[in-house]
């Protein structure tokens, strides 16, 4: 009985604090569920772990492989309505990511922003929402785009939500960015949220990395500088 009172007193005190914890970490954060603010402020044991774990921490390099359809003949529409032709991205390297607002994930909003500021004049971040994975982006393109700069003040652009994963109607960058016929190398479909694929200046799809590779992580940074 005396070691059933304790385990609850000490169940209490970890709710209590934990409790605390999130509303502290949240305090900047008005327009988040619940369960966004619990997901925000778990992230970085949730990223310790899944790569500790050797989960969803897959990376894919081929910088020879050239695609067989040009990079820069796809086109697609920013979650504004404004279409984006990829020709005007040629010079720098590009970063594409698929994204969800109800992810364990959902943190590396703020790490692409940071990616993006801190290579501004060298590469473009451009996120890619989808419900693909346990229905973790409900939300509609206006909701998403105010979601992401209220909570992480992303500025980098926004396509309209879509299919990322292979199917009939994936999205026409993921198709090429999934089909080694096309892109000269990957087959690799994104696993989770958080996926992403770094394009470089000249095109080429050189690097895959699973969503627990942090966008601010040795290995992303080291790809964008090579």
Known sequence: ????????IVIVMFFVVFTGYVLIDNRNTPNMTIR???????????????????????????TTAMPEDPFYSLKDTLNNGKPI???????KKVLLVNTASDCGYT????????????????LVVIGFPANDFKEQEKANDDSIAEFCKVNFGVTFPLIKKSVVVKAENQNPVFKWLTDPKRNGWNGQAP????????????GQLTDYFDPSISPMGDEVLAAIKR
């Not at 009985?1 to 609850?8: C, D, E, P, R």
């Not at 899944?50 to 969803?56: E, F, G, P, Y």
């Not at 696993?191 to 000249?202: G, Q, V």
Request: positive net charge; hydrophobic residues 40%; aromatic residues 14%.
């Open 1 to 8: 009985m005396v070691f059933i009172k304790k385990s609850l």
């Open 36 to 62: 966004q603010k619990i997901l925000k402020s778990i992230y970085p044991f949730l990223m310790w772990a899944t790569k500790s774990a050797d989960k969803n921490a897959k990376v894919l390099t081929n």
């Open 85 to 91: 032709d990829f020709e005007s991205l040629k010079g």
């Open 107 to 122: 943190n590396q909003y703020a790490d692409l922003q940071a990616l993006h500021e801190k290579f501004k004049d060298q």
């Open 191 to 202: 696993s989770w949220n958080f996926s992403k694929y770094l394009i470089n200046e000249k």
